[in-house]
T-cell receptor, first 113, second 115 residues
Framework: GENVEQHPSTLSVQEGDSAVIKCTYSDSASNYFPWYKQELGKRPQLIIDIRSNVGEKKDQRIAVTLNKTAKHFSLHITETQPEDSAVYFCAATSGGGADGLTFGKGTHLIIQP | EAGVTQSPTHLIKTRGQQATLRCSPISGHTSVYWYQQALGLGLQFLLWYDEGEERNRGNFPPRFSGRQFPNYSSELNVNALELEDSALYLC??????????????FGSGTQLSVL
């Protein structure tokens, strides 16, 4: 089945700086890569996703890049703000999605004022 | 439009007991997924229901089971509870299945504590 590795587990950045979270996946057939944000005590919420036929996608301060050859994808947050503090999870489908979305173990992003 | 709703919010049980968790998907969504979120382990895929049938299950023992009702709501049952079953159980729904690239929407979860 799919295996998703996520790094770093904790990331602390100064407010206004950029943050980058990286994930690798094992199944070359994976074709859908969402990112979820989970604030303390709240539900995970989809913030951006990318499909395997696209290399990059942007939504305001958030962008995701995908390198299919290397089997890795990254989340980029620019001009970080205090409300960006949360746990971020990457995920990938295994071939055909039959095994369910496989999630990384999460990155705790801390925005220092 | 109401989101995915789960009940109860918190559930306290003792070892060996059974727990039943409930989930109502977003109106119009036919697929329901269950995930276990234990501390430090991320989200582990448990079960996937679509159109009333179990489509797939993750690497969990058979004492984790569930069903999906005709109105697409779902129930997760955990029998013979063990201490390590203590976790946040998240339900999610989608219009179709994410093999088709449909987005997943999560509920707020049920925090199960096994004493």
């Amino acid at each position: 089945g799919e295996n998703v590795e996520q790094h770093p587990s904790t990331l602390s950045v100064q407010e206004g700086d950029s943050a980058v979270i990286k994930c690798t996946y094992s199944d070359s057939a994976s074709n859908y890569f969402p990112w979820y944000k989970q604030e303390l005590g709240k539900r995970p919420q989809l913030i951006i996703d990318i499909r395997s036929n696209v290399g990059e996608k942007k939504d305001q301060r958030i962008a995701v890049t995908l390198n299919k050859t290397a089997k890795h994808f990254s989340l980029h947050i620019t001009e970080t703000q205090p409300e960006d503090s949360a746990v971020y999870f990457c995920a990938a489908t295994s071939g055909g999605g039959a095994d369910g979305l496989t999630f990384g173990k999460g990155t705790h992003l801390i925005i220092q004022p | 439009e109401a989101g995915v709703t789960q009940s109860p919010t918190h559930l306290i049980k003792t070892r060996g007991q059974q727990a039943t968790l409930r989930c109502s998907p977003i109106s119009g969504h036919t697929s329901v997924y269950w995930y276990q979120q234990a501390l430090g382990l991320g989200l582990q895929f448990l079960l996937w229901y679509d159109e009333g049938e179990e489509r797939n299950r993750g690497n969990f023992p058979p004492r984790f089971s569930g069903r999906q009702f005709p109105n697409y709501s779902s129930e997760l049952n955990v029998n013979a509870l063990e201490l390590e079953d203590s976790a946040l159980y998240l339900c999610a729904s989608s219009l179709g299945t994410y093999r088709d690239g449909e987005k997943l929407f999560f509920g707020s979860g049920t925090q199960l504590s096994v004493l």
